[in-house]
């Protein structure tokens, strides 16, 4: 693979690359945005952990300075993690400005396919992900994520989305952008705190072989664009859907009277959700994580099989 000017691929990840063998990447924005000093920093190392015991490589997604990481070090890690909000959060709109600036920025799920993609890795972790909000009718609040999965040849492997979104429409979206949404072991949506959403997935896969073998087939026949897989938050994790379908509503409520709007809307939601519930839901997303990580590193394993 011709190597970008602008990436550094960390040695481990650029020998397994080499080598076929399995490889994860996982996104930065969930480490300054989505979570709290220091379990941000302790959730981001144990999850690359998780990834390396079920047979793959991890790669944390991030710019340091202006330059496109694949695969950051403990420092850089810990970096991110203790600046927090300071690092900027950054989508695809974002990226050449960070870079001309050598600036540090924190990857999306968006910025994290696209440097997975230039680095050759196909499969990515994370919590959840960005889609239509809740009155885009009238705002236009569309996450940039959407079109990335339309665009970009990576595997993303998630709990849902939040309902802090309208699931429907972010399901319509993605159906006509031909993303494929398959369900984990389930033919329902899972919406990340809970495990069922109230709306049916395209398609349910049950084994990490059928899932790398669907991706492996979109390559094969030249479709562009990757696939969501939805992986249902572990049953002992999940939340009471009305403690946190109430806890969102206040969240809205709340950014509507702020006037929050672009980039911020996302992370003043989740923190807002976060705020409300206390603890319960931190512990609920650090799960969700792991639980995410052991089956993308198991389908990286199959899919580095199928070559
Ligand atoms: N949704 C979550 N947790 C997150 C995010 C979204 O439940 O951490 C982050 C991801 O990095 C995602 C981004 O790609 O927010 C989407 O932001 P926006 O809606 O501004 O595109
Ligand atoms: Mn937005």
Do not use: W
Not at 168 to 181: D, S
Request: net charge negative; hydrophobic share 40%.
């Amino acid at each position: 693979m011709e190597k970008n000017q602008y990436l550094d691929i960390a040695p481990e990840v650029a020998q397994a690359l080499a080598e076929n063998k399995p490889v994860v990447a996982l996104e930065s924005t969930i480490i300054s945005h989505g979570m709290p000093y220091p379990q941000n920093v302790e959730t981001a190392l144990k999850v690359e952990q998780v990834i390396r015991d079920n047979g793959a490589i991890p790669a944390t997604i991030a710019i340091i300075g202006g330059r496109l990481k694949a695969g950051l070090t403990k420092d850089e890690i810990e970096h991110l993690g203790k600046t927090g909000y300071d690092v900027p959060k950054v989508s695809r709109r974002d990226l050449p400005i960070i870079i001309a600036k050598g600036m540090d920025g924190a990857t999306t799920v968006t910025t994290t396919m696209i440097i997975a993609s230039l680095a050759g890795i196909q499969i990515f972790a994370t919590g959840g992900i960005g889609g239509v909000h809740r009155g885009a009718e009238t705002t236009m609040d569309i996450s940039a994520d959407l079109e990335e999965l339309a665009m970009t040849p990576v595997m993303v492997i998630c709990a849902g989305a939040k309902s802090i979104l309208d699931l429907g429409l972010t399901l319509e979206y993605l159906e006509t952008k031909g993303v494929p949404v398959i369900g984990y072991g389930t033919k329902e949506l899972p919406a990340f705190y809970t495990r069922k959403s109230g709306f049916g997935v395209d398609y349910e896969l049950d084994t990490p072989l059928e899932l790398a073998t669907a991706f492996h087939v979109k390559q094969e026949i030249g479709l562009k664009g990757g696939m969501l897989v939805t992986n249902p938050i572990p049953e002992e994790f999940s939340m009471e859907p009305d403690v946190i379908n109430k806890a969102i509503d206040e969240a809205i409520a709340q950014s509507k009277k702020e006037g929050i709007h672009g980039k911020d809307t996302t992370p003043f939601l989740l923190a807002k959700v976060k705020e409300i519930t206390g603890g319960d839901s931190l512990d609920s997303n650090i799960q969700l994580v792991y639980n995410n990580a052991r089956l993308a590193a198991k389908t990286a394993v199959e899919l580095s099989k199928l070559g």
